[in-house]
């Protein structure tokens, strides 16, 4: 009797541990894991595929740290007496030719909810000729079948949904790492550098709040220093809203985004910490920030495309300004508001971005300029290291008023500025040119003497800063 064999196609899920879709392809007799690197998913692209605008689609940092990631978990995979084959190319066909080559009966995949993850998963399904694809779904903390309702039923503002999920809903036990069966013998081929894709590398900046490197095993061991090295979950809630240093939040995201840790393996994480060290604020906010990645996540799938329109799912109406040249100095950091400068250049030599760094610098483009959210939003999935399409389109549509909350966003970025830089510490980093200056005038630059100011080679703010003050 023939082998059973199973091929499973790898894409933002590249870990072996709490891996819904290997423990089940693990089940056949021969197991072929492969990855492929989607072509369409580096270089230019027109925004949704229309001529609106374009944009990069995946730059230097994420390139990288994926390619990292890809490396990592053929080691961990070899280790194991396994390998995993690696292609370049458009994966419908690749799939569909390497399930061919070895009488695949199942390809097992992780689906995702948004619509050009789901668009490559209908192609490659339509592809196979001899296989089944076989869905699983593995990259959130509650699993959708596990929720109170329907996902087509959940609420679409978080604390309803977040109560409703808390009090009714209970988080899986992270899947074990099964038994590897043999492989097919298929060449597994090289991992492409990020020059290969077409993407230009992006130097290591030393200011970097983190080294962040791709896989599986650098995910874990930052989990392991977090909670246990450096004890800092113990006062996350009080230190989440930090701007400088390693730890004042998980950082986790990187690899959470691209499937190198299960955001169900740091609950499991928290659960012992919290049994061992501490239960208190900090460790429930840690979940508490999870199930948000969740509700985006569960959005999306409720939602689709929508998301992606200029009104959002609120399908509001709003005259946005078409301002490249605006839109550039944002991009650059030269906008004259140090706050918002410090944080987009921050973005653009390391890839990363506070929580409250994010979403100053999205109010600022929406709200304050006017700009189109989903240009900077598309920015933000070119440099972010720890890019995620429903986190990333979610927050921003947010903050600029389209997506999950009626009430206003507009946030005042100078009193943001003074409150959570009150030395002006973070700005003068990133803005060496204001270094020297007392804070008042490192925030607010444009209250010097003109003499002063000439001097300091620093752009005048492009709006009015008295309307940035909220009330």
Known sequence: MPADTALLWLRRDLRLHDNPALVAAADA???????????????????GGDDTFTYEKTGGRRTAFRTEAVTDLRDRLRSRGSDLVVRVGDPASVIDSLAAAVGAETVHVHTRPTPEEAAVERRVATELDDAELVRHWGHTLYHPDDLPTDVSGIDDTYTPFREAVESEA???????????????????????????????????DDRSVLDFEGGETAA???????????????????????????????????????G????????????????????????????????????????FAKHGGTFFTPGGIRRREIAWRDDAEALARWKRGETGIPFVDANMRELASTGFLSNRG?????????????????????????????????????NWAYVAGVGNDSRDRSFDVLWQAHRY??????????????????SEAAH????????????????????????????
Not at 426 to 438: A, C, F, K, N
Request: hydrophobic share 35%; glycine share 4%; with cysteine.
């Open 29 to 47: 007799d021969r197991l072929l894991p492969v990855y492929v690197f989607d072509t369409s998913r580096y270089g230019v692209a027109d925004f």
């Open 170 to 204: 209970t988080v899986r036990d992270p899947a074990p790492v099964p038994s590897l069966p043999p492989r097919p013998d298929v060449g597994p081929g090289e991992t492409p550098t990020p020059t290969d894709l077409g993407v230009d590398a992006d130097p290591i």
């Open 220 to 258: 874990l061991d930052r989990l392991d220093e977090y909670l246990w090295e450096t004890d800092s979950l113990r006062e996350y809630k009080q230190t989440r809203n930090g701007l400088l240093g390693r730890d004042y939040s998980s950082k986790f995201s990187p690899w959470l985004n691209e």
């Open 260 to 299: 190198c840790l299960s955001p169900r393996r740091v609950s499991a994480a928290v659960d012992d910490y919290e049994a061992r060290r501490v239960e208190n604020d900090s460790t429930y906010w840690l979940r508490f920030e999870l199930l948000w990645r969740d509700f985006f996540q569960f959005q």
């Open 358 to 394: 994010r979403q100053n610098v999205a109010s600022f483009l929406a709200n304050d300029l006017r700009i189109d959210w989903r240009q900077g939003a598309a920015h933000f999935e070119t440099r972010l290291v720890d890019y995620d399409p429903a986190s990333n389109y979610g």
């Open 421 to 438: 830089d009150p030395d002006a510490e973070y700005v003068t980093r990133w803005l060496p040119e204001l270094d020297g200056l007392d």
């Open 444 to 471: 607010e630059p444009w209250t010097l003497a003109e003499s002063d100011r000439a001097a300091l080679a620093y752009p005048d703010p492009m709006v009015d800063p008295e309307t940035l003050r909220g009330e």
